[in-house]
Each structure stands twice: as C-alpha cells, then as structure tokens.
T-cell receptor
Framework: DTGVSQDPRHKITKRGQNVTFRCDPI?????LYWYRQTLGQGPEFLTY????????KSRLLSDRFSAERPKGSFSTLEIQRTEQGDSAMYLC????????????FGEGSWLTVV | AQKVTQAQTEISVVEKEDVTLDCVYE???????LFWYKQPPSGELVFLIR??????QNEISGRYSWNFQKSTSSFNFTITASQVVDSAVYFC????????????FGKGITLSVRP
C-alpha cells in the first residue's frame, strides 16, 4: 500500500531562485491538498484540488506560489523568486470524497532559503 | 471561523505514566470532524483518529483513548502506560462538514517520554 510521497524531501536554495515540489497522492484519492508548516506551528492550509480542478487557495498563497494537478494525479507546487520567509516544510495530503474523509499526509518537503 | 487550541506546549513524562493531551475547538458549524495526528521527528503526520461531531462516544484503541465532550468543545487524548516511542508532536485538528475537508490545526503538543 503506497502512501502519499513527496519529492524532494529536502531542498536548500538561494534567495531569488525558483523551486518545485512534487506530490504523488494515494492512487484512488481524488482530493489533494498542500499545507505549509513552520517550526513550532501546526500545518496551515494552502490549497486543494478535486481531481484536476483547484478549488480553493488560501491567502497564504501569494502570487509567487503556483500549484497544478494537470491530470488529476500528481501535483506540483512551485515557488518563484524564493524569500527567506518561504523556509518551511511543505506537506502534501490526499483524501477521498466525500467531505470528512480522513486526510493522509506525506512526509513533507523541507525548504531552506539561504 | 474555525479555531483549535492546544494550551499545553510541551509535556515530559516517565515511561509507563499516563498522559492526557488537551484540545479545545471553536466552530460555528453544526456538523464537523475532529482529528488527532502524530508527527514523529521524521516529519510525516500520522493519522490517529477521526471523530464525527454527532458521535460523542469515547473511543479506546489499545493504549490510546479519546474523550469527546461537545458541551465543553473538547476532544482530549490520553495515552496509557506511555512508551518512549510515543515521543512526538501531537496535533488536534478540525474539519468542517462542507464542500471541502481542509483541516485547521492547533499548534501541537510536544510529548517527551523518558525511559
């Protein structure tokens, strides 16, 4: 049974560079979520997809952030012109419709912007 | 607006002690879901339990038990006979029963179990 997988697990980048994270959800799950977690805090919702449609974006998701799920399977989260404040763990999660179903998380992608 | 408060930030116990992690939530929804997740040092959030707001029965799973009290908006988590492997950060989370299932998390409680 394959869980949610994320790649890369760790990324160190220089300020101003672009980075992209990939998430592969559990295969039959039609919902996919992105969360961000900083040290000492709980995860915060960024955005979610139902199949390939991006249905909601948090105000935390500035215009430097873009997420896609082109074929309703894997998803990418791109951060352009990274800033030091973007340093965090980016968590991907997936679930099945309907609402209230358990959301399963991946191991996260750590981003450090230097 | 949804809010989850985990007032305890760090708890340290000796192995075999019982420990209770508190969670208080706020929501205007009449139906909602409550969750507990465990986050070990590896970073992955491990699902522990989901509770529907209509179901106020307490639940026990091995050494874990959960006490849901709608009257006080609390969903507390007790670990009986704690073990070193229980050391982790524990998050309580709330999800509305609406069009999406996005979770609102508390800040988490760091539990350290000493041998």
């Amino acid at each position: 049974d394959t869980g949610v997988s994320q790649d890369p697990r760790h990324k160190i980048t220089k300020r101003g560079q672009n980075v992209t994270f990939r998430c592969d959800p559990i295969s039959e799950h039609n919902r996919l979520y992105w969360y961000r977690q900083t040290l000492g805090q709980g995860p915060e919702f960024l955005t979610y997809f139902q199949n390939e449609a991006q249905l909601e974006k948090s105000r935390l998701l500035s215009d430097r952030f873009s997420a896609e799920r082109p074929k309703g399977s894997f998803s990418t989260l791109e951060i352009q012109r990274t800033e030091q404040g973007d340093s965090a763990m980016y968590l991907c999660a997936s679930s099945l419709n309907p609402s209230g179903n358990t959301i399963y998380f991946g191991e996260g992608s750590w981003l450090t912007v230097v | 607006a949804q809010k989850v408060t985990q007032a305890q930030t760090e708890i340290s116990v000796v192995e075999k002690e019982d420990v209770t992690l508190d969670c208080v939530y706020e929501t205007r929804d009449t139906t909602y879901y409550l969750f507990w997740y465990k986050q070990p040092p590896s970073g992955e959030l491990v699902f522990l339990i989901r509770r529907n707001s209509f179901d106020e029965q307490n639940e026990i799973s091995g050494r874990y038990s959960w006490n849901f009290q709608k009257s006080t908006s609390s969903f507390n988590f007790t670990i009986t006979a704690s073990q070193v492997v229980d050391s982790a950060v524990y998050f309580c989370a709330l999800s509305p029963n609406g069009a999406n299932s996005k979770l609102t998390f508390g800040k988490g409680i760091t539990l350290s179990v000493r041998p």
